[in-house]
């Protein structure tokens, strides 16, 4: 596109004429000292260079920087020191300070260009730490204040929360730490007593009282007077026994420091269950019965030589063998009993008898049929366990049914030989016969079994069995009991009168006609 200059020089006149007049009345308004870059300023100051808006000499010229540095001391000083937000940054004695703080943006513009979300506060000369960096700005920064003018020693902030109440001075972080307002970095081994053991747990005001530092004792006693359960006839010394680690764990070894070795049953027990309160002075005795007279049951007779049996294991505990030491054996129960159930409580040196019967004779259930040597048929295991009795070698050996019978069923009391041996004595309510065949039961029956006998009619009396008569039972024909020296009669009319239908014509002889195959089985005999 191709302009005429014809048409453009009227408007060029006209820009001309209007600058000449603002030239012109600048020129009466103002001094000599006029600038014509004031011409150009493309906006207001921000509200804190107000003042010096109609100067920009103040801050536009050959070195800009320096310029700005000259109004504001602190930050050039700052600078020269390499101290502050401004100091620390390693490029700022050549960096121009428009590159971050921009002017000319009216009078509420945000000159500082300041973003508290993203301002590493690591960049300046109170860098945050520990608890600090969790704090919000306004803690610190007052809003009347500048950032530079915000406190920065502990004392400052930290006053409210001296409990030494001054006592220490203002110089919290010689013991404090960031991380926590309880935890400090105060060496104590720096002063003339070092924490050790339980020392280093506790609290300050454990051993310094109302915060009062100076002057602070320390003697053991002087804190753990209240502690002394010797009541002080020990002394003050309480490092001669105790450690820092606890106050029960002692330094004194008994073993190496006395003449008496603490073991076994000693080892737990405290140090005046042997030594009184009044102090260690004073030796107890180091015999057994010093301490051990209220525990001897033996009342003495054993002597006071107690270590002869026993030891610092256990009381209970003896060296004493009863096998090896004495002429009776304990075997089985006796192991398990106590002195006492044999030897009894009454002082006493005479031996003790080591017959069965001198300790049994109230559990002899047989009242002395059995006579004393209780061991031919118990033992030590148990009163009733495995009794070595042989019924085989007595007086009436056990056979058959009699084998697996309960002793009661025989014996209803424990003086077994009051026990009747013949057998009508326990079979009387099982005699079917009723007496008829008199009571000599061995006679027909065995001890294998009741309904087994032995008797052979055939055999063993003048009337044989044959026909019907061998399905019979006894007491078919034995109706009573049998007298002595009288026999059964073996007339057919004895047992078959009722069934007689001759009433008697034919005489009493029935085996001339019948049989014993039946009654009614005529079998006539010719003469």
Known sequence: MTVSYRRLFPVLRVCMAVLLFYVSADAFAQDASFSFKKLLMPGPVVAGHAEYEKECDLCHGDDRPQLCRDCHEEIDADIIKAEGFHGRMAVAKELDCIGCHSEHLGRDGDILNFDADTFNHANTDYELTGKHGEVQCSSCHQESKTYREAPSQCFDCHEKDDNH???????????????????????????????????????????????????????????HAVNDVHAGVNGRECDKCHKVTTWDELAFDHNVDTDFKIKGGHEGLNCNACHEQSGFE?????????CHINDDKHFGRNGRECDSCHNENSWKKQTFDHNDDTDFELHGKHVGLSCESCHGTEETNKELASECVDCHSADDVHEGQEGKQCGQCHNEEGWQTKVRFDHNLSAFPLMGMHAITSCESCHASKTFQDAKTACYDCHQADDSHKLSLGTDCASCHTPNDWKLWLFDHNTQTDFKLDGAHEGQACSACHTEPAKDGVKQSTACIACHANDDEHNKRFGRT???????????VIGVQVR
């Open 165 to 223: 109440k001054g006592a220490f001075g203002e110089e919290c972080s010689d013991c404090h730490v960031t991380d926590g307002w309880q935890d400090n970095r105060y060496d104590h081994s720096e002063t003339e007593f070092a924490l050790f053991g339980r020392h280093e747990e506790i609290t300050c005001g454990a051993c310094h009282p109302d915060q009062k530092y100076e002057n602070t004792p320390t003697e053991c006693y002087a804190c």
């Open 282 to 290: 004073k030796q107890p005795s180091m015999r057994c019965v010093g």
């Open 510 to 520: 029935c085996e001339r006609c019948h049989v014993t195959e039946s009654f009614k």
